[in-house]
């Protein structure tokens, strides 16, 4: 049973895919044009504006990372992920060790925060971290050290298992909630390979696939917080208190605390 199971190895064996916070509006509200350069101190390399969706999309590469910023009538939104080359090697595909990149993305963030005036209803801090496992079994029995009120036996297949634990916000105050919804699982990727001749295109399995413990996280506050409670003196604090609550998850699994 999962609550025998040994204690989960240390946060730093994941690896995130990719990070993001939104931040939901109240009213419509455009994208400033100086935001990129104010978080990243550069210029982005490519700028799209789709009028007929009202949205405005800034992408460039920041320490490594491709950093896009999404902003429409509802939300406005940043992205922290790669361009992953699994042909190169299947690590590309992460940011890199999930405790360095989480404190780098809210660090970036908390910067842009300090300087939002728009009334926001919703601040959400969202990603994927993972971690790889030599089989299918493996990787049910290290899902078995995070979900400790589950019983998961490790010749199982096909397991989703998502909850949501809502806690108090220290940083909020008034009993508002926060989310903490997080979706746990064990994935498998293949690596293919493309020929072109005259009969076609060929594709082929390279490799054995490779196995990965997944979580998908978002954390968030209860939609019914009030907008004159998510003033812009607190939103740096939040996203770290989001930031806490995660690397809490990420150690000790899924918990009531």
Avoid at 102 to 111: A, E, P, S
Avoid at 120 to 149: I, M, S, V
Wanted: aromatic share 8%; hydrophobic share 40%; net charge negative.
């Amino acid at each position: 049973m999962s609550a025998q199971a040994p204690q989960p190895p240390a946060p730093d064996v994941w690896k995130a895919a990719y990070l993001r916070v939104i931040a939901f509006t109240e009213t419509p509200y455009s994208i400033r044009h100086n935001w990129w350069q104010d978080v990243t101190g550069s210029e982005p390399t490519d700028v799209s504006d789709k009028r007929s969706q009202r949205e405005r999309v800034e992408v460039g590469e920041v320490e490594g990372a491709r950093l896009s910023l999404t902003c429409d009538l509802a939300r406005i939104t940043w992205t922290a992920d790669v361009k992953a080359d699994l042909e190169v090697a299947p690590e590309s595909r992460f940011l890199g060790s999930y405790i360095d990149r989480q404190d780098w993305f809210v660090g970036l963030m908390k910067k842009w925060l300090a300087s939002v005036d728009a009334p926001l209803t919703r601040l959400a801090f969202a990603g994927r971290l993972e971690q790889p496992a030599e089989t299918r079994e493996a990787g049910y029995d290290r899902l078995n050290q995070y979900l400790r009120h589950v019983e998961l036996f490790r010749d199982s297949s096909d397991f989703l298992y998502r909850i949501n634990r809502p806690t108090a916000s220290t940083t909020l105050g008034n009993g508002i909630a926060i989310n903490r919804l997080t979706s746990w699982a064990v994935a498998f990727l293949t690596r293919l390979s493309a020929s072109l001749d005259a009969s076609g295109l060929t594709l082929g399995q390279t490799d054995e696939p490779l196995f990965s413990v997944i979580v998908d996280f978002d954390i968030n506050n209860s939609p019914l917080t009030k907008p004159d409670v998510l003033v812009s003196d607190k939103l740096a604090d939040l996203i770290q208190e989001y930031s806490n609550m995660m690397k809490q998850i990420a150690t000790l699994g899924d918990t009531n605390t």
